[in-house]
């Protein structure tokens, strides 16, 4: 395990979080620094989405901590901007209106709010739709929608869980490439979920390997590619040696207490950066 960033934005301590007797989380610790992307991977069923929502303050922990900037998590904290699969957009507002929401509650000025909505409008490639309504529209632009939302208020913590599953394969790896350019702008502490390996080393600073039912912390990897960084990180040995460990351990369901001294597992710890 990587040594915690100092001076976390972002702080889970001995996570636990059980539903009547089926626990789903155990003893979840890591820590996000601020500026930081943590891309968090593991199996179905391990738990990850459980952790975005205690994070989020949607859900409380059975027991241990969420802190963010310092302060504990005991409901929705302002300024934590957050996008799951199934984004939950008001049926009656247009897709305009459902980008403005967060802005429109914060009382930002409406010119300000028609500037900044049309621009993250057009970023997500959804010009033309301002006026669509949520059940017009198809499931990948409903996810472009609530990802604008979110981007929207430029929050100081960022949660997403699998943002780009449901996009086909170009739109998906424009908006890894548009999300990069946005956090190199203006840096956002961000635990980031998904199921794909090469998305989670092309967007993380470290990757938060979750296994297990409950799911734990098998172990946290620095990616250890520089930034700014763009779809030429895929190419680099780096990327394939992070890649290699990941697909190792969360799709052959390998355990370190198995694998010891393993090859994939020497050659990262061997190329871990300084």
């Known amino acids: 395990m990587t040594n915690p960033p100092a001076g976390a934005m972002i702080r889970v301590e001995g996570l636990t979080k059980a539903y ?19 891309s968090v991977v593991g199996p179905s069923g391990c738990g990850k989405t459980t952790l975005l929502r205690c994070v989020a303050g949607l859900i ?12 504990r998590v005991t409901e929705p904290p302002e300024g934590v901007g957050v996008v799951f699969q199934h984004f939950g957009l008001f049926p009656w507002k247009t897709v305009f209106g459902n980008v403005a929401y967060g ?5 930002v000025p409406r010119r300000e709010i028609e500037s900044r909505v049309r621009e993250l409008i057009v970023m ?6 301002e006026k669509s309504y949520p059940y017009q529209l198809s499931g990948g632009m409903q996810q472009r929608t609530g990802l604008a939302r979110a981007l929207a208020i430029e929050p100081s913590v960022l949660v997403m869980d699998e943002p780009f599953a449901s996009l ?13 350019r946005i956090w190199e702008q203006r840096p956002t502490a961000m635990i980031f979920v998904t199921h794909s390996i090469d998305e989670a080393v092309l967007m993380g600073d470290r990757i938060v390997i979750l296994s297990g039912q409950p799911g734990h912390v098998h172990d946290i990897v620095d990616v250890g590619i520089g930034r700014p960084r763009g779809r030429e990180a895929t190419d680099s040995e780096r990327f394939r ?4 460990y990941l697909w190792t351990v969360v799709m052959q369901g390998a355990n370190r207490r198995n694998m010891p001294g393993s090859a994939i597992e020497t050659n990262i710890r061997a190329s871990d950066p300084p």
């Open 124 to 129: 997500v490639g959804l010009e033309g739709f």
């Open 241 to 244: 040696v992070v890649r290699d």
């Open 168 to 180: 086909d394969a170009q739109t998906r790896d424009l908006l890894q490439l548009e999300l990069l």
């Open 103 to 107: 802005l429109t509650v914060k009382g």
């Open 60 to 71: 409380p922990p059975s027991s241990g901590t969420v802190s963010i900037a310092g302060q």
């Open 20 to 38: 009547g007797e089926r626990t789903v989380l155990a003893d979840v610790s890591f820590d996000v620094a601020a500026g930081e992307i943590v």
